[in-house]
């Protein structure tokens, strides 16, 4: 009866975890710029949460847990790679094609270049923030950093992507300016 209890609970945190594969993936994503190493990353984190899956003392803190492997695994990458790792994205002509609405693409499109450009300490924390929606403790938790270091990477990245986008806006705004007086 035992095994038949966990290989019930086996196949339940397999889905526990299927089911945040998507929001890994856009931050590992957000940090290396890069579709399949962001995939490797992700499988990798899998990996390890299925196999490490009975140190998990509570079910609640999955998330955490999860992205503290995925950012384990993308240090263990730098590591191995060298942080001066250059990342190129590439885009996908066809998806940009489906887009239906040019502006809003453009907007996300502009928001992802400045995000790109954060030195990686920034990048880390405002992604873990803001896309993935985690609380300072638990960035502290994941980053192994203290709380106030991630009070203070999330602040200067902020400040960074503010200013980068207001200079898109005005340099937006002054073509536009330009094309009415013509």
Same mark, same amino acid.
């Given at each position: 009866?035992?095994?038949?209890?966990?290989?019930?609970?086996?196949? !339940?945190?397999?889905?526990?975890?299927?089911?945040?594969?998507?929001? *890994? $993936? =856009? +931050?590992? #994503?957000?940090?290396?710029? &890069?579709?399949?190493?962001?995939?490797?990353?992700?499988?990798?984190?899998?990996?390890?949460?299925?196999?490490?899956? !009975?140190?998990?003392?509570?079910?609640?803190?999955?998330?955490?847990? *999860? $992205? =503290? +492997?995925? #950012?384990?695994?993308?240090? &263990?990458?730098?590591?191995?790679?060298?942080?001066?790792?250059?990342?190129?994205?590439?885009?996908?002509?066809?998806?940009?094609?489906?887009?239906?609405?040019?502006?809003?693409?453009?907007?996300?499109? =502009?928001?992802?270049?400045?995000?790109?450009?954060?030195?990686?300490?920034?990048?880390?924390?405002?992604?873990?923030?803001?896309?993935?929606?985690?609380?300072?403790?638990?960035?502290?938790?994941?980053?192994?950093?203290?709380?106030?270091?991630?009070?203070?990477?999330?602040?200067?990245?902020?400040?960074?992507?503010?200013?980068?986008?207001?200079?898109?806006?005005?340099?937006?705004?002054?073509?536009?300016?330009?094309?009415?007086?013509?």
């Amino acid at each position: 009866m035992k095994v038949v209890k966990n290989l019930v609970a086996a196949f !339940s945190m397999k889905a526990e975890f299927a089911s945040r594969r998507n929001k *890994l $993936y =856009r +931050i590992a #994503y957000s940090w290396s710029h &890069d579709p399949v190493l962001a995939d490797d990353l992700v499988q990798e984190t899998i990996y390890k949460a299925l196999k490490n899956a !009975s140190r998990l003392r509570d079910v609640k803190t999955i998330d955490s847990w *999860l $992205y =503290r +492997i995925l #950012y384990n695994c993308w240090q &263990d990458y730098l590591r191995v790679k060298g942080r001066n790792v250059e990342f190129v994205e590439s885009y996908d002509d066809e998806s940009a094609d489906q887009t239906d609405n040019y502006q809003q693409a453009q907007i996300v499109k =502009r928001v992802r270049a400045s995000v790109e450009q954060l030195p990686l300490p920034l990048r880390e924390v405002v992604t873990l923030a803001d896309f993935a929606g985690f609380s300072y403790e638990q960035i502290a938790e994941i980053t192994d950093i203290p709380i106030g270091t991630v009070m203070s990477r999330l602040f200067r990245a902020r400040k960074n992507l503010k200013q980068q986008l207001l200079e898109f806006g005005s340099d937006e705004l002054t073509v536009s300016k330009l094309r009415r007086v013509k």
